[in-house]
């Protein structure tokens, strides 16, 4: 019985010892990780005057800046870009029309001047006509293959090691994680599992509509050319109200995009954490926010002080950015 | 030792009897039983032909006329009913405009007289115009005090005690319960944890639109008189595929409202099943099928035959319906 106490309080001495060290280990000691950790342990304390029951543990992530990088455009648009190139010898008028001809003779200029019109004629030119499962398997092939043009790695290799960390550590505190993202929710489903560990139920985000159809093969879903929801800035707390059902606890995000977002997370009457990742390192990744056309962080950097949103220095914060 | 291993023997045996007499007991043994369980136990036998990994294990519920009655009405209609009353002093103009003047007089041929469009100026008048905090709390205390007009109990003891078992079987078994539901989303999320155990993030349903405001109060959400998305027939389909992302491999129905969930359920490639509750018990619920102006069950029927769906004869194959 003596060998027996003696293994458990070795084990339990392993157990606390791999705790310590398996909490956000890429984030540096700071303002930043103290906070989270504090709230976290806050919530999760039983009669703890921030205790939240664990259904009321919602947590919600923006995803282009927040989870992984964003630049030189959202890797979206990268993606509309190839597809537009890999579909080009089917579409000959293309060499002719814009905003085609800019992605086919790569002048970037050119498709930004296109403006709000010519990225939706893209994305439903790259996104639609096709059935849901289609569409499924031509992202979970260019995510499998694509490469950033510029950190020439897998898109998904381009996520924040740190906030990896974060989503363990929610979900080892009970938390149910969610994505709420302006990105296309079709385009981010067939690999958040394998990438967040985010199921396809818990990602929330902008969407065409889908018909449904019965073909002489079976039932099917095809993908329209028209919006059916745009899940960005006032529409964020809209979607999460749509999808979820219930206010979150704790909101991450990078953006003006999230401002509202994190508004009505932290705008409730129970404890709540609000998160803005700030790109301040562009050593290791990019430097950018009131002035940067992708990701404008401006609005929600001022109200960030007022309201008590923690803002996660990226150079100072974070050990390390990619995993690899 | 040997007494341990005693004690563990003990506790198999109790363990197996358990399970024996804890799998769907107010439903007879016959046909209907034994494909269930016949179902549940090859999806989840390792290794066997039929085997589904956890995450594909995804089950989705009608609600009206499959998990609870909906006669004389769908009850979200005699909860319209009963607030036109209650708001009847609000709005003396009423007592001569019509659908409202229907309502009021207790008129229920001219209320269906005043056909969809009498309907949706209804549920505008009832379910608009409020926060959704606020339309949460009318839903809330509504559900707990109204009664059923001829059985008189709460809506929420009209449940029908062979589902809750089913229910419980399927999330016993490591399927992910959702209901998928024409009614309002927002009607049903209040209350379907509690009595369905299903949180409301897994509701899929009809809904209206909603507008984010900041007010000095704090941020709201505010109910707008717009359909957003009328979760219905072809709408089921593309309501599980907007919220679920994934086909599901149970489908649970019992009108022609669910003949397209049922068709996408089993029209995939894997083990699937599709079920309809038959509502033929006049004496211990209602009886009624392709005449019936609510729940008509007339082309799924049919279908039934042809795609191999398990039709739930609800007198024969009930021991109960309701759980008192």
């Known amino acids: ?59 919600v992530f923006d995803n282009d800046g927040t989870l992984w ?38 002048d970037m200029e050119a498709l930004a001047a296109s403006g709000e019109k010519g990225l939706v004629e893209l994305v439903m030119a790259t996104h639609a006509g096709m059935t849901t499962s289609e569409f499924e398997e031509i992202v979970t092939e260019w995510i499998a293959t694509a490469e950033h043009p510029k950190l020439k ?27 709420v993202s302006g990105g296309g929710i079709e385009f981010m489903r067939p690999w958040v599992q394998q990438v967040y560990g985010v199921p396809p139920e818990q990602v929330v985000g902008s969407s065409i509509k889908v018909k449904y159809e019965m073909r002489d093969s079976g039932p099917v879903l095809v993908r329209l050319p028209e919006i059916d929801f745009i899940d960005d800035k006032a529409g964020k707390p809209v979607g999460i109200h749509k999808f979820i059902g219930r206010r979150p606890a704790f909101a991450a995000g990078n953006s003006d995009g999230d401002l509202q977002m994190l508004q009505w997370t932290t705008g409730g009457e129970g404890p709540s954490f609000g998160l803005i990742v700030r790109h301040t390192d562009a050593e290791r990744e990019w430097a950018y926010d009131r002035d940067s056309h992708v990701g404008r962080l401006d609005k929600a950097l001022d109200e960030a002080a007022a309201r008590g949103w923690t803002v996660v220095d990226m150079k100072a914060d974070w050990r390390k950015v990619y995993p690899h």
């Open 69 to 106: 990088s964003e630049k030189p455009a959202y890797f979206q648009l990268l993606f509309a870009i190839d597809r537009v190139k890999a579909l080009a010898s089917q579409h000959p008028e293309w060499k002719e029309q814009q905003p085609f001809k800019a992605v086919l003779e790569n």
């Open 1 to 59: 019985m003596r060998v027996a106490r003696i293994i458990v309080a070795l084990f339990m001495v392993l157990a606390v010892g791999n705790g310590f060290a398996a909490v956000l280990p890429s984030w540096n000691e700071g303002a930043s990780r103290t906070a989270i950790i504090g709230f976290v342990e806050g919530v999760t304390e039983t009669g703890g005057a921030n205790y939240l029951a664990p259904e009321d543990r919602i947590a």
């Open 153 to 179: 790695r897998p898109y998904t290799q381009l996520v924040f090691q740190p906030m990896l960390e974060l989503l363990d550590y929610l979900r080892d505190n009970g938390f149910k994680v969610f994505i």
